[in-house]
DNA sequence: TTGAAAGCGCTACCAA
DNA sequence: TTGGTAGCGCTTTCAA
């Protein structure tokens, strides 16, 4: 039950009888040591446990950890899990850990948290940005910490970002559904004010009024406070409902399906994000890939933790429209 | 573009005109300072963009830092997924921050990950046991670092453990489909050979037992390396296929259900967690809470940090069953 | 190949 | 209320 004090370098090396530098370099640099100094250390460092103090090293001058933050704000969205599962991996790879940092939405706890990560200097700041303004990460950025936005891109602020390519993405989708004769197509989203929904709510506009359709306004069905459910409950429960339904994520999509269940109707439908279920059921979705998402974006962050770079880098990754058979007119069936 | 050096406690005391002891302590216990001499050493702060450094803060001796390690073997799972969530909103309520590894799975993974977590100083190791032993970390536990099993217990070795009631909710399925008439009752898993499988395997086990069905071995379809669908396919398309079946997972339920649409059948099906869009497609599920268990188990994490005990404790989180329809003779309809 | 000394940014201890 | 000194565990010169 004696807790015992940690062993440190110092405690191997005199065990070993060697330096303390040899012991440490029998852990950064192996093949500068003799075999024999390196095997008696590493006996020693076994007996008394000891583990090199990573946070100990870091602690030289402008050094940072081999840590990168992630600033995720809503962790209950699926499609986030995955983006962070691709970081992780590819961060694994690279010899860099994942400190993980949720602001639960909020503007304020967007800083604090950002804060919190830089003060354990992390090497690089990945973020999906979700205050209005990440001017505030301006000075770490002129101290050479990467900030790499994440399927949004950071406001008011010089950084790489990683995309998708939204507005394709959803005129694609609209065009399928205009190509099956549908006419009233309603396009759904819930929160509405930000970046991704802007540019899908762009993509439908694009196609509709192509199509001669540019009145969407009754069509479209935008929110920031209710939740899916409600916003897809209005939009099929309306006066007139639409014959076919663009759904802005995955939670939409889902939300529309229990709308349409409740409601009673069946509505066409095309939902952005793919969704676990949403082959067995033949929802037609725009799909991307979320892993692959995550995995670029920290590839990026780990080059500029390599080499800084003053010229931000924006990538956009492609969208792929499936269609599974909810984007007909008889629509989904439940 | 000029890449400034990171000012220190030492720059903004000479800025200040203070002592560094004096910036140090507005920083950690600034009601110890004059209100004056504080609002001189933020202003010189905040000219040179100071943030202090956690990692320095945490080199006294036998310090550990304000984060916890979490150690996740499948990150695709999204059941993780919101235990992580859970596990990161108790712990940054409680000032301390989340690093994540993942093992992907692997015996080696597993070790060398804990490794490098445990190098970076975490205040505690949560993790979802996957290697076959976990002894490796009896040093780490007696030199005071608590260890939290999630999900599945440690073994050979003296961990705390959030758990579920694995056995009885499996049970209790079991029991709510022989009530339905079902006699031919099949079992799916796969990977089966953790704990929380054999725990439900138990459970169902003992229900059939119970109901004189205690012949179950064809009705297992157990595996460790085929996929989900693989195994699904086959139970379903056995030559006398189950009318119900018990799915181990929420992935293996999402495979019942492809597989059912494939080859046309429609079993009855109650699947072990709650999923996406099960309340949509009416599946009946064993329902339990992954975002409390997550909760739960970092409030037993930031407790040990301090308060070290002895005696490990083990909490096992209730189970619901929800009856959703998918329960009933006729089964799933797609 | 190995070692001694200085220093990284911060805090604990004790003194003023 | 404030400050000096001595570390924390490690790495980086530079020498041996």
Redesign the pocket.
């Known amino acids: 039950m004696s807790l015992q004090q940690?062993a440190?370098?110092?405690d191997v090396a005199r065990l070993a009888g060697?330096?303390?530098?040899?012991v440490?370099?029998v852990?950064?640099e192996p093949e500068?040591?003799?075999g024999t100094?390196r095997d008696q250390v590493l006996a020693a460092a076994r007996r008394l446990r000891f583990r090199?103090?990573t946070l100990?090293?870091t602690?030289?001058?402008?050094g940072t950890s081999s840590t990168v933050g992630l600033l995720i704000g809503d962790m209950s969205n699926p499609f986030y899990h995955s983006v962070a599962a691709g970081i992780e991996r590819e961060l694994s790879s690279a010899g860099l850990t994942l400190v993980l940092g949720s602001s639960d939405d909020s503007e304020e706890g967007e800083e604090r948290v950002a804060d919190a990560l830089l003060s354990q200097r992390v090497a690089a700041l990945m973020m999906i940005p979700a205050a209005a303004d990440q001017s505030y990460l301006d000075g770490e950025r002129q101290l050479g910490t990467p900030v790499i936005a994440v399927d949004r891109p950071a406001k008011n602020l010089l950084a790489d970002a990683v995309l998708l390519q939204n507005r394709s993405g959803a005129r694609q989708a609209t065009e399928a559904l205009l190509a099956q004769g549908h006419r009233q197509i309603a396009y759904l989203a819930s929160p509405a004010d930000i970046y991704t929904q802007r540019e899908r709510l762009a993509g439908y506009r694009g196609a509709m009024t192509e199509a001669g359709l540019g009145r969407t306004g009754p069509l479209e069905h935008l929110s920031d406070d209710a939740d899916e459910d409600a916003v897809a409950r209005a939009a099929l429960g309306s006066a007139e409902p639409p014959t076919a339904v663009l759904a802005g994520n995955n939670r939409m999509s889902v939300a529309v399906l229990r709308a349409a269940r409740e409601l009673q109707v069946s509505p066409a439908l095309i939902g952005f994000d793919d969704f676990d279920t949403a082959d067995v059921l033949g929802i037609s979705v725009i799909s991307h890939d979320p892993l692959e998402m995550g995995r670029r974006a920290a590839a990026l962050a780990v080059e500029r933790i390599a080499r800084p770079a003053t010229v931000p880098e924006v990538v956009e990754l492609p969208t792929r429209l499936v269609l599974r058979g909810s984007e007909r007119p008889e629509g989904v069936s439940l």
Do not use: H, Q
């Not at 060697?18 to 040899?22: E, L, Q, Y």
């Open positions: 940690r440190t370098l110092d060697v330096s303390r530098k040899t440490s370099r852990y950064s500068k040591v003799a100094t090199p103090n100990a090293r602690l030289r001058r402008g």
